[in-house]
């Protein structure tokens, strides 16, 4: 072989080498990176989704004027004890859920800490806007609406569950409550909703039929909004893992 030969066998076999390298490098790029940052991008959507979902769904419900949940009727005590606007009024309780659940052991989230910061305002707006709109005069549409309400409130629990960005105050505060007193999750999430919601009631807060439909409804909610939504990501996933290899 040549002395030219040689240089040219040299020359394919580097560029070879170069190509097969940075092939490799490319597949590990695409199917590494890009599928952290979808990943990331899609806990962000959910969250995003979920608070939107929970923000709008609490102020249809104290629009049909039937009685929100437990928490928000003791935000609604709040709010006529202090004459706080109801972002103020949100912010308050939730800072203090929080502040609570962090002493007994369960640190927020980033999540934690944002979802209230957002949901107070939508909540807010989302309720000026519809109470430019009379209420519907029909009590069974208004139960319907209501009832509607709670179902979308636990699909957006679900989402934010799903996100995993950081749990909400009412979950995170039991979950804090059942480390430290070793009693289930769910019997002490019900003893702070009585309390919660026999406070606002104490203190001012609006209270009617929709307290008990919000009451029998937000535990499947929830159950069913985590599976629903839990189902969807899984099914993501699976994709983006066919798509990666």
């Known amino acids: 072989m040549s002395w030219r030969d040689q240089i040219s066998t040299m020359g394919q076999w580097a ?18 990176r890009p599928r952290r ?14 608070t939107l979902l929970i923000s709008t769904s609490v102020a249809v419900m104290l629009w049909t004027e039937l009685g929100p949940g437990p928490l928000d009727v003791f935000i609604g005590g709040v709010r006529e004890q202090t004459g706080l606007p109801l972002t103020l009024a949100v912010w308050v309780t939730i800072a203090a859920m929080l502040a609570v ?44 609406l209501h009832a509607s309400a709670v179902i979308v409130v636990g699909i957006g629990a679900g989402a934010l569950i799903v996100s995993n960005l950081g749990a909400g105050s009412g979950e995170l505060l039991a979950a804090a409550a059942s480390d430290r007193s070793g009693h289930p999750e769910p019997r002490v ?20 039929v929709g307290t008990v439909i919000v009451a029998a409804l937000i535990g499947p909610a929830v159950a069913f ?7 969807v990501a899984t099914a993501s996933r699976r994709q983006l893992d066919l798509v990666a290899t």
Do not use: N
């Not at 910061?117 to 519809?130: A, D, N, R």
């Open 15 to 32: 560029s070879s080498r170069a190509w097969s390298r940075a092939g490799a490098i490319a597949q590990v790029i695409s199917a590494g």
């Open 37 to 50: 940052v979808v990943a990331g991008a899609s806990r962000v959507v959910l969250f995003a989704v979920g």
């Open 101 to 144: 659940a962090w002493g007994l052991g369960r640190r927020p989230g980033l999540g934690s800490i944002v979802s209230p910061i957002v949901i107070g305002p939508m909540m807010q707006i989302t309720l000026e806007t519809l109470q430019r709109f009379d209420v519907p005069s029909s009590f069974a549409v208004r139960v319907l």
């Open 189 to 208: 999430r019900f003893g702070f909703e009585m309390a919660l919601l026999v406070l606002g009631v104490v203190l001012g807060g609006p209270i009617g």
């Open 225 to 231: 909004g985590l599976r629903s939504v839990g189902s």
